[in-house]
C-alpha cells in the first residue's frame, strides 16, 4: 500500500473512531439527562454552565459558543430549566441587557449525586489510559478541532 493510501486510510479510521466515540456520548448524554427528567440538550446545557461558571453566573452566549449551538436555543432552554428550578437567571449587574445563568442549589445537588456514577463511568470510558496520555490526546484534539474548524471555514467560502 501507497503512503497517500496508508494516510487516506489512516483518515478515515480516525474519523469513523470519532463518530463512534461521538454516538456513544450522545446515549451516555441521554441516560444523565433522563436521570434528571430533562432532555439531553437541557443535561449540555446544564454541564456547560458547571464548567464555566466561577461562581457569579455566566453567559447565554458562553454557553452558546462552548457547545457549538444558537444562543436562541440556549436562552429558550436555559427558561424552561429555570421553570425547573435547575437554573436562576439574574440581570448582570455590569449590563442590564444581559443575564447571568448559573446553577441552582438543586441542581448542584443533582449534579453532585450523579458524580460518583460519573467518575465510574469515566474510569470505564478511558480504561488504559494514565493521565499523560489523556494529556496527549488532548493536547491533539485541541488542534484537530483547530485545524478542523478552519477546513471547515474554507470549505464554506470555496478555497477547498
Known amino acids: 500500500m501507497q503512503v ?34 430533562i432532555s439531553q440538550a437541557q443535561w449540555l446545557i446544564l454541564m456547560a454552565i458547571d464548567e464555566l461558571d466561577e461562581g457569579h453566573g455566566i453567559s447565554g452566549t458562553a454557553v452558546a459558543n462552548k457547545l457549538r449551538i444558537h444562543p436562541a436555543f440556549v436562552t429558550n432552554q436555559t427558561k424552561r430549566l429555570e421553570a425547573m428550578e435547575l437554573l436562576s437567571r439574574v440581570t448582570s449587574p455590569e449590563d442590564a441587557r444581559y443575564l447571568r445563568i448559573s446553577l441552582t442549589q438543586k441542581a448542584q445537588a443533582e ?46 467560502i470555496g478555497i477547498l
Open 111 to 156: 449534579v453532585r449525586k450523579l458524580s460518583i456514577k460519573r467518575q465510574s463511568l469515566n474510569a470505564t470510558m478511558l480504561e488504559g489510559l494514565d493521565e499523560q496520555a489523556l494529556h496527549y490526546v488532548n493536547k491533539r484534539l485541541v488542534l484537530i478541532a483547530k485545524n478542523s474548524r478552519l477546513a471547515s471555514q474554507k470549505l464554506s
Open 4 to 37: 497517500k493510501e496508508q494516510l487516506d486510510r489512516a483518515v478515515n479510521d480516525f474519523i469513523w473512531n470519532i463518530v463512534e466515540v461521538h454516538s456513544q456520548l450522545e446515549e451516555i448524554h441521554k441516560s444523565w439527562a433522563q436521570l434528571l427528567g
